[in-house]
């Protein structure tokens, strides 16, 4: 099984911009884990769902290409809907940001289903320190490339984390492809 795909240019740097200015103009919620539990130890980062903001059909369908292309391409699981709203996560160093070792599924309704996972690195990384987001599958643990508008994709029960932000800020979007649940 791939355990990690990198798709360069999923969005321009420009469409990056036009994101993150939505997400700072919408209101944020304080976030959650899988079935809403909160553990600021695990996750302190603040959500903008992508379906509550205005014209924003557009990110949804690049998110819909891009996973499309690449599961038909690498992954070839068998997927089918996207079931949640994808997600803008700011991670700030006031509040040391960050979201530890985690699996994206977890056993709620859909939780259960995630199958694939993409992050999308929204911030220039001279924006920000720290904020890697690592994976963990193998023996390898892999680092997302910082470029804005870079995504990378991994099965949502592979380990992952975003370290603490130590200065300044970063963005990404989050989407979750659904299935039925691995067997
Ligand atoms: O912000 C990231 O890079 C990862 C987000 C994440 O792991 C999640 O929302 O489950
Ligand atoms: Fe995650």
Known sequence: ??????????FSLAECAQIAALALAAPAQEAGLVRRARDHNLRRAELVWVDDV????????????????????????????????????R????RQGHFGWHSDVGDGTLAARRKLTLVTQ????????????????????????????TAVLFPSFALHRVVPVTQGERLSLTVWAHGAPFR
């Open 1 to 10: 099984m791939i355990a990690f795909h990198v798709v360069p240019q999923a």
């Open 54 to 89: 205005p014209d924003t059909d557009w990110v949804m369908d690049r998110l819909i290409d891009v996973v499309r292309v690449a599961n038909r391409e690498v992954f070839d699981f068998d997927l089918q809907d996207f079931a949640e709203s994808p997600q803008i996560a």
């Open 91 to 94: 991670y700030d160093a006031a």
């Open 122 to 149: 929204l911030s220039d990384p001279g924006d920000y320190s720290g904020g890697t987001l690592e994976v963990w599958f193998d023996s390898n643990l892999r680092t997302a490339p910082l470029e804005p508008g």
